[in-house]
């Protein structure tokens, strides 16, 4: 498969990632790493050649250790946003990102043996949406406590922060 789907443009970046929303007894599982304070949703960038569908089954074996299927997409997400580590520090991203809610197995016991793209080894949490934890993508707070069927569009804008 090819390199991530990252391009730089202008002074920025413009990201194409993808996002599993993975729900268990009312708690969703997510991702994070020895470095940052803060979670993140299992997933990663699009590598290109593959499609969204790819991308997010691969990202959750990767991450996870097993094979899920996909229910359905349930959100587009544009994020303009600076980025805070490595070579994307202070950097203006555009990132849009594809949210697909997943069929968790009854017996699923997920085992986190990956690391992020600067070697810090990651580590899965289940939190609910009330979590005192910082956790991204922020609209899950209020989004994944009445799941739907249908695509939501989703935009956030950082940038006059």
Known sequence: MGSDCTVAIDDGLINIRVGAIIMKDDKFLMAGNERDHYLYSVGGRIKFGETAEQAIVREVFEETGVHME???LGFIHENYFYGNESIRKNKLIYEISFYFYMKVPEDFGPVCESFTEDHCKEKLA???ADSDIKYFPE???TELANPCD???HIIVDQRNR
Do not use: G, L, P
């Open 126 to 128: 289940w939190i609910t």
């Open 70 to 72: 996909i229910d359905h």
């Open 150 to 152: 249908y695509v939501k």
């Open 139 to 141: 609209f899950f707070r």
